[in-house]
C-alpha cells in the first residue's frame, strides 16, 4: 500500500540537477508517479517538465534537453562577453537563454493550472529578505525566478518584486512538502550532502563551505521534525566527480549523460533495497 500523497522534492544545485532526470526515471520505472511536485533552483526546471508530463515519458525529454545545444547556451557566454556584462551590471550572464528553453519546452504562456500535477516553486524576494512559493500564475517567470543564481542571472521582477534563486533560502524542500500534505516523499537531491565537509583552502571555497553549512543545517532539521505519519527516502546520486566543486562547474554541460546514469543506477538499487514497488493503476 503506498502512501498518498506521493511528493517528488527536487532541490537545488546548478548543472549537478541533470542526476535528478537519472533519479526520476529510476522512480517511474520503479511505479511511482507524484501526486505533487516542489522544486527550487535547477529543481524548479526539471519540476516544471516533470509536473506537465508525470510519466517516465519525461526523463527521455529531459535527456534530451540536457544534451541540447539550447541548455549549453544558458551559461554558455564567451569570458569577455561575461565580463564586460558584469562590468556594467550585476550579473554575468543573460536570462534570455534560460527563457527560449523554458518557453519552448513548457510553452510561453503556460500557467500553473496548465500543469497534470501541483507544482510549486521557491524563490527567494529580495525586498522581503523571506521564502516566497509560487504555485499560480504565469509558470515561466516563476521558474526563472527560483533558478535566478545571484552573480549569474539577474533578479526576476515579478509584480514589482523582484526574486532570486529559491536555493538560497530552501535549498532541498522537504518541509514544504509536508506543509501541502504529502505522506511519501522522495528527495531528489544533486550530492553536496552525500559529501563531507572539510575546512576551507581556497578564496572560493569559504562562500561554498558558508552556503553548504547553511542548507545542510536547515535540511537535517527537517528531517529530524518529519511527523510520524510521513516517510522520507532521499535518492543518491551515485557519486561525483572532482570537478563538482570547482568555481567554473556551473558551465560543464559535458557531464550530464555520466550524471544521469549513475544516478540512475544508484536509485534503482537504494528503491529495490529500501522501498516496496508501487501497484500498478489497475491493481
Not at 498518498?4 to 542526476?19: E, I, Q, T
Not at 539550447?70 to 558584469?86: H, T
Not at 522581503?128 to 517567470?141: I, K, M, N
Not at 543564481?149 to 534563486?165: Q, T
Request: hydrophobic share 45%; aromatic share 6%.
Amino acid at each position: 500500500m503506498v502512501e498518498k500523497p506521493v511528493a517528488f522534492v527536487l532541490g537545488g544545485g546548478g548543472v549537478l540537477g541533470a542526476v535528478q532526470v537519472g533519479m526520476l526515471r529510476a522512480l517511474f520505472r520503479a511505479g511511482y508517479r507524484p501526486d505533487v511536485v516542489v522544486g527550487t533552483s535547477i529543481g524548479a526546471v526539471n519540476g516544471a517538465l516533470v509536473a506537465a508530463d508525470p510519466s517516465e515519458a519525461v526523463t527521455d525529454r529531459l535527456v534530451r534537453l540536457w544534451s541540447s545545444p539550447e541548455a549549453a547556451e544558458v551559461y554558455g557566454d564567451s569570458l569577455a562577453r561575461q565580463l564586460r556584462r558584469f562590468a556594467a551590471r550585476t550579473h554575468l550572464h543573460s536570462p534570455l537563454p534560460l527563457r527560449r528553453l523554458l518557453g519552448a519546452e513548457l510553452g510561453d504562456q503556460a500557467t500553473f493550472a496548465d500543469l497534470k500535477v501541483p507544482f510549486r516553486c521557491c524563490a527567494a524576494s529580495i525586498e522581503r529578505a523571506a521564502e516566497h512559493w509560487f504555485d499560480s500564475g504565469p509558470l515561466v517567470d516563476a521558474v526563472l525566478a527560483s533558478s535566478s543564481v545571484p552573480g549569474l542571472l539577474p533578479p526576476m521582477e515579478i509584480a514589482g518584486e523582484h526574486f532570486v534563486d529559491g536555493g538560497i533560502v530552501n535549498s532541498i524542500p522537504i518541509g514544504e512538502a509536508v506543509r501541502i500534505g504529502a505522506k511519501l516523499i522522495f528527495v531528489l537531491q544533486v550530492g553536496r550532502i552525500e559529501r563531507p565537509l572539510t575546512v576551507p583552502r581556497r578564496p572560493w571555497e569559504v562562500a561554498q563551505v558558508a552556503f553548504e553549512i547553511a542548507r545542510r543545517h536547515r535540511f537535517a532539521r527537517e528531517l529530524a521534525s518529519l511527523p510520524d505519519d510521513v516517510r522520507v527516502h532521499v535518492l543518491p546520486t551515485g557519486g561525483g566527480e572532482s570537478r563538482d566543486d570547482t568555481p567554473w562547474a556551473y558551465r560543464d554541460m559535458a557531464a550530464a549523460g555520466r550524471r544521469i546514469s549513475r544516478a540512475y543506477t544508484a536509485s534503482r538499487r537504494y528503491l529495490a533495497a529500501n522501498v516496496s514497488p508501487a501497484p500498478s493503476d489497475g491493481a
